[in-house]
């Protein structure tokens, strides 16, 4: 005997801010479904992730992401504690330690 589960998910709107040196320079907004039981803002940060604005070239870059749920039933969810950091835009992990830039010079190869 064959048994099927149905996923429930939920759609929020997402608002990406991103910011350099603390002065906002790009909004991005799109919509998401996320299934009942997973972390609507982790999914939200890696699509914001992906979004153009989102280089890692870009000085003291940050982000501000904003859920909304698209069904007005469903209670808004609770953003996550603490103040806002940086994150690596590749893995969307907060636990940065150096950020530094370097030029290469040719006639020393270093």
Do not use: H
Request: hydrophobic content about 35%.
């Amino acid at each position: 005997m064959k048994t099927t589960s149905t996923a429930v998910t939920r759609a929020y709107s997402v608002r990406a801010e991103f910011f350099s040196d603390g002065d906002r320079f790009a909004v991005e907004t799109f919509t998401i479904e996320v299934a009942d039981g997973l972390d609507p803002y982790a999914i939200a940060r890696m699509r914001a992730n992906e979004c153009v604005y989102a280089d890692p070239r870009i000085p003291d870059l940050t982000q501000v992401i904003t859920l909304e749920p698209v069904d007005p039933e469903y209670p808004d969810p609770q953003p996550p504690a603490g103040a806002m950091k940086p994150v690596c835009p590749w893995c969307g992990s907060d636990d940065l330690t150096r950020d530094a830039t370097a030029r290469w010079d040719v006639e020393s190869q270093s």
